[in-house]
């Protein structure tokens, strides 16, 4: 029987292309056909969904938006001071200033900042001033960094070319033929890789960027490989800090790093979930955003800019870095510990505080489709990725750890018994990831 949400998702397809505004919020990525889709109140690692379900929230959280937990209770109140005092008007807002100069304090190594409403958005921000500044326009990028043309345009010339970047498949259709070969990607942790593009193209590049780390540490010979080229030819290095920052370290995941970039674009866990994204640099390269046209309307609104200064001051009163850490350690170890006692192969990776597991069989989908499948019916949302907040408790994780126990001796049993058949318990279709939902 379908829930409520699924029925709204049925709407929301005739009237939304592709039903939901980001991807990985489609419930086909999940549990296609059964996953409740809308939430109705979510507070802490808590959703509440249109049935009013009550489930503890395992998943990557809402893309990792959200280390202090949903709604946060702090913020809320501040926001709605926010609100109550006028959210907009002709003139400035004040919190603009104080925003930027916490997040210089917490990287003395940059000047100025920038900010808009989106991740995406901040990195093409960031492309602009470092096209601006170098007056060159090729771009030189390893991970993934949004939906924008200049990003996209990498799977021109080969619609593999993103694959190793988070997103295979990526169609490039709609985006102009004539930005082929302006964005070439390197593959992270490839220092001979690097080289070979880098020296290839050193004299069209504006700019070399990259997530600094994402599943794997990055390592020291590639990242000083890096630093050094760019500073020798004098091209902007870009940190895309978007999913990584404020997981390690109070700012940036750069603050651990020898080697630090010209520019980092933060955004998603810098306001807790609600809207903004922060380009922050040196003066000598982010002046140039004065020579170019940057501008929008919303960019000036107030509540980001409290959302961030609320969520810096919480974050740093309570070490939160630490707490993820050592709540994402505890998850990776229940993953390992349950896995060895039912004798089922995964493997785990991700940072400690974004931990991911997969299922290591040629059936990966289908196991994970009956995992989610089944942890929905204990009231979790799970799958591989959980990307730990503040607020899920010993006391969930204790439950998490005993109903993913409950869960693994189940698929043990149909490893075993059935072939590994996982297709047979599944009550809707297996999990996929596509705009372009099948007719
Ligand atoms: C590293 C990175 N860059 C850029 C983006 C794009 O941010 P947004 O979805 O806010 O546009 C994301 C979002 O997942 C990201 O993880």
Known sequence: MLNSGNKLYKQAKKIIPGGVQLLSKKPEIFLPDLWPSYYKKANGSIVIDLDGKKYYDFTNCSVGMCPLGYANKKINNDIIKTIKDGNISTLNSYKEIECAKKLLRLHPWFDMARFTKSGGEAMSVAVRIART??????????????????????????????????????????????????SIAFEFNNTKDFLKKFRKNKNHLAAVILEPTRSFLPNEEFLKEIRFQCTKFNIPLIFDEITVGWRVACGGFHKKLKYKPDIAVFSKATSNGYPLGAILGTKKIMDSAQDTFISSAYWTENIGFQAAISMIDFYKKKNVHKILIKKGLKIKKIWLDISKKHKIKISISGLDPLPVFSFEYKNNDDMMTFFTQEMLKKNFLANGSCFVMISHTNYMINLYKKNLDHVFLKISKILKKDNANFKKYLKGRVKFAKFRNPV
């Open 133 to 182: 500044y170098s007056k060159k326009d090729n771009i030189l990028f390893c991970g993934y960094h949004g939906w924008h043309d200049w990003y996209i345009s990498a799977n021109i010339n080969n619609k593999s070319n993103l694959n190793k970047h988070l997103l295979p498949g990526v169609s490039s259709l709609g985006v102009p033929k004539y930005l082929k070969n302006s």
